[in-house]
């Protein structure tokens, strides 16, 4: 078969990498192959950018160089990982429908924020704004909740739920952005092209699931890969998922460790 020709032909082709087995997992590679995860767009959409990470074209269709994917993928997790134990912001988006369920399963699962619906121009570039906008509808959420509306006519707390209605939609995924984003994840930037461009102005890395129609000089840890099929981003978040709780057995390992050298200090003092 044609899929068994293309993956044994790329369990061969790996470069060197001082962090992935050489040769590549068959096992590894097989699964990648069954998600999807090898499959680009059309050779015609393909950006003459992204024909480095192509290994070939079979039927008219881009074949991703997989032992580049796990290389950039590798430098993407390593990155995340230290970027949970920081304890930074990161705001993960992926608004496609194939997208939209993991990516908030994900989200939610570690209280991150998380954008599904249509993104919010200025959400980076005019953060203090969207904050604004964000605690006014988390306000109006919690007078519900209160009994607040019961003050109101039965026509004013139509009007004030139809109005929260239509902040779920935008500002749902928000709740939890009490920060400014310091990473930014997401899935088919070609797809969230402005949410990147903020990204790139304000100089928040970018993490992204990138197909070949895409342009990875945008994004600062490119993953050439499907980003357009749900099993293959399911596969990504799945090694994100595995990268997050890496990065916060870290955290809790370093806060150990320093409370450990405070306590050293402390017990020198007094025995001084």
Same mark, same amino acid.
């Given at each position: 078969m044609e899929h068994n020709a293309i993956t044994s032909d790329l369990a061969l082709t790996k470069k060197p990498s001082a962090t992935l087995p050489d040769p590549i997992d068959q096992e590894v590679l097989e699964e990648a192959a069954r998600a999807g995860v090898l499959y680009g767009k059309r050779k015609s959409r393909t950006n003459p950018r992204m024909k480095q990470y192509i290994y070939t074209t079979r039927n008219g269709v881009e074949v991703f160089d997989f032992p580049q994917t796990l290389e950039y993928l590798e430098k993407a997790l390593v990155f995340l990982k230290n970027a949970v134990a920081e304890q930074k912001q990161i705001l993960i988006v992926g608004s496609t429908p194939p997208a939209k369920q993991f990516v908030r399963e994900l989200a939610e699962a570690?209280?991150?924020?998380?954008?599904? #619906?249509?993104?919010?121009?200025?959400?980076?570039?005019?953060?203090?704004?969207?904050?604004?906008?964000?605690?006014?509808?988390?306000?109006?959420?919690?007078?519900?909740?209160?009994?607040?509306?019961?003050?109101?006519?039965?026509? #004013?707390?139509?009007?004030?739920?139809?109005?929260?209605?239509?902040?779920?939609?935008?500002?749902?995924? *928000?709740?939890?952005?009490?920060?400014?984003?310091?990473? *930014?994840?997401?899935?088919?930037?070609?797809?969230?092209?402005?949410?990147?461009?903020?990204?790139?102005?304000?100089?928040?890395?970018?993490?992204? *699931?990138?197909?070949?129609?895409?342009?990875?000089?945008?994004?600062?840890?490119?993953?050439?890969?499907?980003d357009h099929a749900r099993n293959s981003i399911q596969w990504f978040l799945g090694h994100i998922k595995k990268a997050f709780k890496e990065g916060m057995i870290l955290r809790a390992q370093q806060q150990a460790e320093a409370e450990k050298a405070v306590a050293s200090q402390e017990k020198a003092r007094s025995d001084v």
């Open positions: 570690h209280s991150y924020p998380y954008v599904v #619906e249509r993104w919010l121009g200025g959400t980076l570039t005019n953060y203090p704004t969207i904050s604004k906008r964000v605690g006014y509808y988390l306000g109006l959420k919690a007078d519900r909740a209160a009994g607040k509306f019961d003050i109101y006519t039965k026509k #004013e707390r139509v009007a004030l739920d139809k109005n929260i209605e239509k902040m779920d939609r935008l500002f749902g995924g *928000l709740e939890k952005l009490t920060s400014y984003p310091q990473v *930014l994840i997401v899935i088919n930037p070609q797809f969230h092209a402005i949410a990147v461009r903020e990204a790139n102005q304000r100089g928040v890395p970018v993490v992204a *699931l990138i197909s070949s129609d895409g342009n990875p000089d945008v994004i600062q840890y490119p993953i050439p890969a499907n």
